[in-house]
């Protein structure tokens, strides 16, 4: 069985992969149809890989204890201030969205890189959004970064399917044969 950090290194890999996938398909909606209210929790499919991107930022920062490390910039440069809203829009511009989800999938990585299994079961202390204070091992919380991810895309596969989109092969081990071993 692999290491505890093996598996989430794993999962990191499945991560970008299945981003990558799901934004080259969604390059091929129009914006209209990226950003077309469907009922889904955060609207539309646009709202959905926006939400997606600022909770793993946000995440980020607090694994990291890095703060800049989530925070999304506008065009020039600016940090955009985080108003605590788990919907707030991050980048109205599909390109930006695609450009910045990238950059984290790779700072995900990196971050992975400097760990080890030990460093799991120590304790991580953070608020959330709503500001609720809370301590646990790190292991709990990178759990659910990995799983609130595929929660997500879940959804956003099921969004593309009303649309007439098939994303092709999402589970995992999927990956591990083709990108991932």
Request: net charge negative; proline share 4%; with cysteine.
């Amino acid at each position: 069985m692999a290491t505890l950090l093996g598996q989430y290194q794993a999962l990191a890999g499945y991560n970008r992969w299945m981003n990558d996938k799901l934004y080259a398909l969604c390059a091929t909606l129009t914006d209209e149809e990226r950003k077309r209210s469907m009922g889904a929790f955060f609207g539309s499919i646009h709202g959905t890989l926006n939400h997606l991107l600022l909770t793993d930022r946000a995440w980020l920062g607090r694994f990291t204890r890095d703060a800049t490390v989530a925070t999304s910039l506008d065009h020039s440069g600016q940090p955009i201030p985080y108003t605590g809203k788990l919907d707030q829009v991050l980048y109205d511009d599909f390109a930006l969205l695609r450009q910045e989800r990238a950059k984290t999938d790779a700072a995900i990585e990196a971050w992975l890189r400097g760990l080890s299994d030990a460093d799991f079961d120590a304790p991580l202390s953070y608020r959330t959004s709503a500001g609720v204070p809370y301590k646990h091992p790190l292991w709990w919380a990178v759990t659910h970064f990995f799983n609130h991810q595929t929660h997500h895309r879940g959804q956003l596969t099921t969004l593309l399917s009303q649309l007439g989109h098939d994303p092709g092969g999402t589970d995992f081990p999927v990956f591990l044969r083709t990108d991932g071993a």
